[in-house]
């Protein structure tokens, strides 16, 4: 038979181990119904006037050692043309090198650039009355 203070005891330890677990399933964002959280790399650029969407898992990343993956959406006001120049010349700053850029029939840009063992792909255009930019973010080993 158990004394009060023993069912005590095993009550705040059942309570404590519940809380443990639903808490440490969850992200800042899940836990404010947004989603999954997506870190911006310190080297990506973003044109003012577009906000990092991440509800509904839109934008995710993850970083481990020299391994960076990403996929980040963002929109806003910003005009496609002004954004896309905004990328263009401030990623060679950063010392990322531009080995694509094209027009889609459909209006939509697209600029590859890569740096050492990432490349980071930028997509811009017009999405219900905003600008929307996805950059796609990769690590690839064979470029070594």
């Known amino acids: 038979m158990t ?3 023993t069912a005590a005891r095993l009550c705040a330890f059942a ?3 519940l809380l443990a677990l639903t808490s440490g399933c ?3 964002a899940d ?3 947004y989603g999954v959280n997506a870190t911006q790399f310190q080297d990506m650029v973003v044109p003012a006037g577009l906000r990092l969407r991440d509800r509904g898992h839109e934008s995710y990343s993850r970083q481990e ?3 960076r993956m990403g996929h980040f959406v963002y929109v806003g006001a910003t005009g496609v043309e002004e954004a896309a120049g905004y990328v263009r010349q401030r990623m ?3 010392s990322w090198k531009m080995v694509s850029e094209d027009v889609t029939a459909d209006q939509v840009a697209r600029m590859r650039f890569e740096r050492g063992i990432y ?3 930028y997509t811009f255009q017009r999405r219900d009355g ?5 950059v796609v973010y990769n690590t690839d080993y064979s470029r070594r």
């Not at 905003?130 to 996805?134: A, F, I, L, R």
């Open 119 to 121: 490349s980071a792909e």
């Open 31 to 33: 836990r404010a119904g």
């Open 65 to 67: 050692a020299g391994w």
């Open 92 to 94: 060679p700053q950063h």
């Open 130 to 134: 905003s600008t929307q930019m996805v």
């Open 15 to 17: 309570v404590t181990g």
């Open 3 to 5: 004394t009060p203070s």
């Open 26 to 28: 969850e992200t800042g």
